[in-house]
């Protein structure tokens, strides 16, 4: 599990991201709103912990920003702030938790986990989209009833683009998740793997559900309606 902790205060922005690392989450951190916001639009994370009060965009600002672009990552604000009215706020805004400043770092992990037990079992364990058919548990594919063969790494390409279905991945986002790597733009692992999926998704049907999108990236969606 990914997280993402957005916090100017140094010290708090370390003890979290070693605390949480020592409790088995892979654990990125920014120190400023802007910094936080670019990284949570650019990489995939399962959770954002961000604080409110930051130099060059607050809390409220990264939060909104991201929910307007229809980034819907689960989001656990920290904040000194105890204001009734704050807390509100911020869950109207989009957050899926407040923890008040000063917290016990168990109390946190306790927190943390909860959101994201929350958010797994909400993830289905198969995917339908048009007459394509992800079975993630048997890791099976099928298409208009037809078993398509792919891959480890073409399933994985798929199943990313099937939990994010209409929203487009960028290659950075799709080199990083599903091989691990920074992306470079001399790089065309993405793209030859992609020709690969829609060779197989695709081109031997009649409609096509894997689409680019230029300069920006690929999306899954449904065939219009005619």
């Given at each position: 599990m990914?997280?993402?902790?957005?916090?100017?205060?140094?010290?708090?922005?370390?003890?979290?991201?070693?605390?949480?690392?020592?409790?088995?989450?892979?654990?990125?951190?920014?120190?400023?709103?802007?910094?936080?916001?670019?990284?949570?639009?650019?990489?995939?994370?399962?959770?954002?912990?961000?604080?409110?009060?930051?130099?060059?965009?607050?809390?409220?600002?990264?939060?909104?920003?991201?929910?307007?672009?229809?980034?819907?990552?689960?989001?656990?604000?920290?904040?000194?702030r105890?204001?009734?009215?704050?807390?509100?706020?911020?869950?109207?805004?989009?957050a899926?938790?407040?923890?008040?400043?000063?917290?016990?770092?168990?109390?946190?992990?306790?927190?943390?986990?909860?959101?994201?037990?929350?958010?797994?079992?909400?993830?289905?364990?198969?995917?339908?989209?048009?007459?394509?058919?992800?079975?993630?548990?048997?890791?099976?594919?099928?298409?208009?009833?037809?078993?398509?063969?792919?891959?480890?790494?073409?399933?994985?390409?798929?199943?990313?683009?099937?939990?994010?279905?209409?929203?487009?991945?960028?290659?950075?986002?799709l080199?990083?998740?599903?091989?691990?790597?920074?992306?470079?733009?001399?790089?065309?692992?993405?793209?030859?793997?992609?020709?690969?999926?829609?060779?197989?998704?695709?081109?031997?049907?009649?409609s096509?559900?894997i689409?680019?999108?230029?300069?920006?990236?690929?999306?899954?969606?449904?065939?219009?309606?005619?």
């Amino acid at each position: 599990m990914r997280i993402l902790v957005i916090e100017d205060e140094i010290k708090t922005a370390q003890s979290l991201q070693q605390g949480l690392s020592e409790a088995g989450f892979e654990v990125d951190v920014a120190n400023d709103g802007e910094e936080g916001l670019l990284r949570a639009e650019q990489s995939s994370y399962d959770l954002l912990i961000l604080d409110v009060m930051m130099p060059k965009k607050d809390g409220w600002a990264v939060i909104t920003e991201l929910r307007n672009r229809n980034k819907q990552t689960l989001t656990l604000m920290l904040t000194a702030r105890d204001q009734l009215d704050d807390r509100v706020k911020g869950l109207n805004l989009g957050a899926d938790a407040y923890l008040i400043k000063p917290f016990a770092f168990p109390e946190l992990v306790a927190l943390v986990k909860s959101l994201l037990r929350r958010s797994t079992q909400q993830n289905p364990e198969a995917l339908h989209v048009a007459d394509l058919q992800i079975n993630f548990f048997q890791r099976k594919v099928l298409r208009q009833g037809r078993l398509v063969d792919l891959t480890p790494k073409e399933f994985s390409i798929l199943g990313l683009l099937a939990r994010r279905k209409g929203e487009i991945i960028s290659r950075s986002v799709l080199a990083e998740q599903v091989w691990g790597i920074n992306f470079e733009s001399e790089t065309n692992v993405v793209d030859v793997h992609m020709r690969r999926l829609r060779s197989k998704i695709d081109d031997p049907f009649g409609s096509k559900l894997i689409h680019t999108v230029r300069g920006m990236g690929y999306v899954l969606r449904e065939p219009a309606s005619a």
